[in-house]
């Protein structure tokens, strides 16, 4: 990921101009028209006089494989694929996606592919293997895959050089851009919720769910853009609603800048100053080689989690002076802010109560960041009594047991259910020595067994 700050700026300011002069003057009108062959919709711009001016573009998107439901689904998972000049990893990531889902999931999804390459060989050749490997997907409706002829594209030669990028370059990430916004306009009104990933990634176990949850936890406040990963246009989920605009924004700017900078432009035009970024991460960059050049690029995201946490509705009680807001609540949300406190003493704590008492089966605390502010000495005890109260408090919590101690700033502990095999109502982290370095506890995460209570 390279940052051109003077040029983003810039380029920034642009955005924002013609973006004003582009809603006020017109409005680009699309038309729809749905078969299980073509999917093909018309562009067109039309300025306050009725005349068309800017952008006329009439789009036909191919539908080369499977069938469209007629049921709005609640998520759909958006990638667009090109021919690599090393590997490929396509095949690998649809594994993924399905793998990693379970049947009831997959009923609330659809994964739209777009071979965007302009060779037809290679999109012939993708579409069989694609047909073969996941014939089943295609015909339940969960996996569409489509194609742009090259004729519908605008201008990818001799644009200007933003951020003094090479010509190759700039034409491939304005052609990704064009991209993406005839991938998200196709897509717009499949599902409740769209997320953007990419053809090299792998998927944590059960993502749908963990991204339904993070969603419900939003309940009413407004926001355009969940982040799911830190790298890149990866695990962006937006309304479908959103979509048409997003696509139309992509469009407009395609020759501007990179994807993910315009990405980050359509966020705060729509009145989302700050990222929202939840933790763990939900994808995994695993591709080696970039489908630009082929050049070596082993990027990952290290908030990546292959299995979510449940973290099961909870009050959280400290008696820790925290910094700021970096509240006790930031190391359990699973969001991307933590709780910072003050130097603590021995006997302090950080206690969780779960609204209701959960059977445990795997606990993580990570406390510090880039090996500063990290919790030298404390145990892990959970508490399986909680006293009558209306409401929980730090002392609501009694008979405790001990799982063991903090090593190194952290703590894990898995397959608890076969030591501790009755429900608990809270988690606590005990204080065993006193520190002069402030704590930063970056996330508690807990996972419910699925063990039966008998």
């Keep these: 990921m390279r940052w051109y700050w003077g040029s983003i700026i810039r380029s920034g300011m642009a955005v924002v101009v013609l973006t004003g002069l582009y809603i006020s003057c017109g409005q680009i009108l699309w038309t729809t028209v749905r078969s299980t062959v073509t999917e093909q919709r018309t562009y067109s711009w039309s300025s306050s006089d009725g005349q068309n001016t800017i952008m ?25 694929s090109v021919k690599r000049k090393k590997e490929s990893y396509l095949m690998d990531t649809l594994h993924s996606i399905f793998l990693s889902s379970s049947k009831e999931e997959l009923s609330e999804m659809v994964v739209v592919v777009l071979l965007a390459d302009f060779d037809q060989a290679w999109v012939d050749a993708t579409r069989q293997k694609i047909a073969s490997l996941f014939d089943t997907y295609l015909k339940q409706g969960q996996l ?14 001799e644009l200007k050089r933003n951020f003094d990028d090479p010509p190759d370059r700039v034409t491939f990430r304005s052609k990704q851009n064009v991209d993406y916004s005839l991938l998200v306009h196709f897509s717009a009104n499949l599902s409740q919720y769209f997320i953007m990933v990419e053809d090299d990634v792998t998927c944590a176990k059960g993502f749908l769910s963990a ?32 979509l048409p605009q997003l696509a139309r924004f992509l469009f407009l700017f395609y020759l501007e800048m990179p994807c993910d900078f315009l990405l980050s432009h359509f966020r705060t035009l729509l009145m989302q100053d700050k990222v929202i970024r939840l933790r763990p991460s939900l994808f995994q960059h695993v591709g080696k080689f970039s489908s630009f050049q ?11 989690a292959e299995e979510p946490a449940d973290n099961p509705s909870a009050l959280i009680f400290t008696n820790m002076k925290s910094f700021k807001k970096n509240i006790p609540e930031c190391a359990y949300s699973q969001g991307s802010d933590f709780f910072w406190g003050l130097s603590p003493s021995k006997g302090d704590y950080f206690m969780v109560v779960f609204d209701e008492p959960v059977l ?23 508490g399986y009594a909680l006293k009558n109260s209306k409401t929980p408090t730090a002392s609501s919590c009694s008979d405790f047991h001990s799982l063991g101690s903090f090593h190194a700033g952290q703590f894990e502990m898995r397959d608890i259910d076969h030591t501790v095999k009755s429900p608990v109502a809270c988690l606590k982290i005990q204080v065993t020595q006193k520190q002069i370095d402030w704590v930063k506890i970056s996330n508690i995460r807990v996972w419910e067994s699925n063990v039966t209570i008998k």
């Design 56 to 80: 006329p573009l009439n789009v036909t998107l191919e539908l080369l494989a499977g069938t469209l439901s007629p049921i709005q689904k609640y998520l759909t998972v958006g990638l667009s």
């Design 144 to 157: 569409l895959v489509i194609h742009a002829p090259q004729d519908l594209y605008p201008r990818l030669t």
């Design 211 to 242: 991204i339904r949850k993070h969603v419900l936890k939003m309940g009413s406040a407004r926001w355009t853009t969940l982040e799911f990963s830190k790298l890149g246009y990866i695990g962006k989920l937006y309304h479908s609603e959103d």
């Design 294 to 304: 082929g050049t070596y690029n082993r990027l990952t995201d290290d908030d990546f």
């Design 360 to 382: 445990l089966s795997r606990i993580s605390i990570v406390t510090g960041l880039e090996q500063k502010d990290i919790l030298f000495s404390a145990v892990v005890e959970v």
